[in-house]
T-cell receptor, first 110, second 115 residues
Framework: GENVEQHPSTLSVQEGDSAVIKCTYS??????FPWYKQELGKRPQLIID???NVGEKKDQRIAVTLNKTAKHFSLHITETQPEDSAVYFC?????????WGAGTKLIIKP | DAGVIQSPRHEVTEMGQEVTLRCKPI?????LFWYRQTMMRGLELLIY????????DSGMPEDRFSAKMPNASFSTLKIQPSEPRDSAVYFC?????????????FGQGTRLTVV
């Protein structure tokens, strides 16, 4: 079955700097890769996703890249702001099921 | 639409008691998921329904856990008897597709504390 690994578990960056979170997956049949953001005490919410026929997708300050050959995908956040502080989860979908990474706690230092 | 609605938001119960968590998915969504979230184990899928039918319940921890979806607008997760290790946040999520390749909309969660 699918396995998703996410790194780092905690990431601390200076406000205004960029943050990169990386995930690897094991099932080459996986073809949909969403990223969710979970603020403290709140529900996970989708922030961006990418399908396997696309290499990169951007939405304002966030972008996701996918390398199917290497089976890894990354979330990039530029010009980080205090409201970016949260836990970020990557996931991969094989068949119907979302397989989740363990999460990355992103801390934005003022 | 009000989104996925879960009740109660918080539940504190004594060990051995029965607990029932409720979920109303977004109208028109045909997939429903129950998740459990803890610091130690992260987000765990407990059970997945498609068109009200349980498709995958391999994540249900043990026989103390059961879930039902009697119709397209309502699902329950029951724990009986509850144990302290069941303390967690339980999320219900719904999705408009059965392929998984679409946004999963989460409810606000039920924080369960078993003492």
């Amino acid at each position: 079955g699918e396995n998703v690994e996410q790194h780092p578990s905690t990431l601390s960056v200076q406000e205004g700097d960029s943050a990169v979170i990386k995930c690897t997956y094991s099932d080459s049949a996986s073809n949909y890769f969403p990223w969710y953001k979970q603020e403290l005490g709140k529900r996970p919410q989708l922030i961006i996703d990418i399908r396997s026929n696309v290499g990169e997708k951007k939405d304002q300050r966030i972008a996701v890249t996918l390398n199917k050959t290497a089976k890894h995908f990354s979330l990039h956040i530029t010009e980080t702001q205090p409201e970016d502080s949260a836990v970020y989860f990557c996931a991969a979908v094989s068949n119907y099921q979302l397989i989740w990474g363990a999460g990355t706690k992103l801390i934005i230092k003022p | 639409d009000a989104g996925v609605i879960q009740s109660p938001r918080h539940e504190v119960t004594e060990m051995g008691q029965e607990v029932t968590l409720r979920c109303k998915p977004i109208s028109g969504h045909n997939s429903l998921f129950w998740y459990r979230q803890t610091m130690m184990r992260g987000l765990e899928l407990l059970i997945y329904f498609n068109n009200n039918v349980p498709i995958d319940d391999s994540g249900m921890p043990e026989d103390r856990f059961s879930a039902k979806m009697p119709n397209a607008s309502f699902s329950t997760l029951k724990i009986q008897p509850s144990e302290p290790r069941d303390s967690a946040v339980y999320f219900c999520a719904s999705s408009p597709t059965d392929t998984g390749k679409a946004e999963a909309f989460f409810g606000q969660g039920t924080r369960l504390t078993v003492v």
